[in-house]
């Protein structure tokens, strides 16, 4: 199983990022996948996840109308399109498969 997270970078307060998430190994199509986040200092909290086959989606209240996740099955991908950023979603972010299979993290930093 593996997880590869991308897109992460250094964004102003306002902006936008799209975080991307590859996975293989597994019936991507048949995981809930989610996305997490850990602020140095702070405990990994859930930020999102979206469900397998009618795609349902729940968010964190932090993100709630900020934040949306989708998936491509045909690409074996989940996304984070993360907008309106603040410095509070500073953090690496991590993909989950099942909560179980995590990625590596890619690193997101809102700062002006």
């Known amino acids: 199983v593996r997880l590869v997270e991308s897109g992460g970078g250094l964004v102003q307060p306002g902006g936008s990022l799209r975080l991307s998430c590859a996975a293989s190994?597994?019936?991507?199509?048949?995981?809930?996948m989610s996305w997490y986040r850990q602020a140095p200092g702070k405990e990994r909290e859930y930020v999102a996840a979206?469900?397998?086959?009618?795609?349902?989606?729940n968010y964190a209240d932090s993100v709630k109308g900020r934040f949306t996740i989708s998936r491509d099955n045909a690409k074996n991908t989940v996304y984070l399109q993360m907008n309106s950023l603040k410095p509070e979603d500073t953090a690496v972010y991590y993909c989950?498969?099942?909560?179980?299979?995590w990625g590596q993290g890619t690193q997101v930093t809102v700062s002006s």
């Open positions: 989950n498969a099942g909560s179980i299979h």
């Open positions: 190994g597994f019936t991507f199509s048949s995981f809930v």
């Open positions: 979206i469900f397998n086959a009618e795609g349902r989606t």
